[in-house]
T-cell receptor
Framework: LAKTTQPISMDSYEGQEVNITCSHNNIATNDYITWYQQFPSQGPRFIIQGYKTKVTNEVASLFIPADRKSSTLSLPRVSLSDTAVYYCLVGDTPYNQGGKLIFGQGTELSVKP | DAGVTQSPTHLIKTRGQQVTLRCSPKSGHDTVSWYQQALGQGPQFIFQYYEEEERQRGNFPDRFSGHQFPNYSSELNVNALLLGDSALYLC???????????????FGPGTRLTVL
């Protein structure tokens, strides 16, 4: 499974767009890129997943360049409730790797008023 | 539709004791995974159960064992507790057959275990 590197922490203000970049230089052809969000004392929550180019849902956008060696999670107009730890995960499909998720340290995002 | 539920929410044990944690997966899910999350760290994969069998295991000693029941619920057992076992224990579920591509799993709120 490819190793991921992301900033340990980030600060932002309400209403700003936040971009968290994750490096995964050894990503394999079959790997997907997945982001989870975790609030204190809660389990992680799936945010978004992609394989290439751009994916957008009601919560975030995920940008993946052509070489797939990095990805950027974009949170539009953050609010105080977006303060959480964000994890970037890279892994094969559940069928091949059994759904084992490898979490790194994550990025602790702090949104200030 | 209930999501993943775990019990108890908090637990305090002493070194050497044994503990059992319980998890009910989200409705329609057939696969349960367990994770250990130490303070300030990301969750670490313990093992996964599907069709009542352990399918994959992380780097955890045999003191950690589990079980999956016919209704897909699961238990995590930890024997001979150590101080280092203090952590948030998370259960995650998904439907293996319908997962398709990708790794979306649904996590429960966790059980906070404190070993004194």
């Amino acid at each position: 499974l490819a190793k991921t590197t992301q900033p340990i922490s980030m600060d932002s203000y309400e209403g700003q767009e936040v971009n968290i970049t994750c490096s995964h230089n050894n990503i394999a052809t079959n790997d997907y890129i997945t982001w989870y969000q975790q609030f204190p004392s809660q389990g992680p929550r799936f945010i978004i997943q992609g394989y290439k180019t751009k994916v957008t849902n009601e919560v975030a956008s995920l940008f993946i360049p052509a070489d797939r060696k990095s990805s950027t999670l974009s949170l539009p107009r953050v609010s105080l409730s977006d303060t959480a730890v964000y994890y970037c995960l890279v892994g094969d499909t559940p069928y091949n790797q059994g759904g084992k998720l490898i979490f790194g340290q994550g990025t602790e995002l702090s949104v200030k008023p | 539709d209930a999501g993943v539920t775990q019990s108890p929410t908090h637990l305090i044990k002493t070194r050497g004791q044994q503990v059992t944690l319980r998890c009910s997966p989200k409705s329609g899910h057939d696969t349960v995974s367990w994770y250990q999350q130490a303070l300030g760290q990301g969750p670490q994969f313990i093992f996964q159960y599907y069709e009542e069998e352990e399918r994959q295991r992380g780097n955890f000693p045999d003191r950690f064992s589990g079980h999956q029941f016919p209704n897909y619920s699961s238990e995590l057992n930890v024997n001979a507790l150590l101080l280092g076992d203090s952590a948030l224990y998370l259960c995650a579920s998904r439907n293996l057959r319908l997962a398709g591509g990708g790794n979306e799993q649904f996590f429960g709120p966790g059980t906070r275990l404190t070993v004194l």
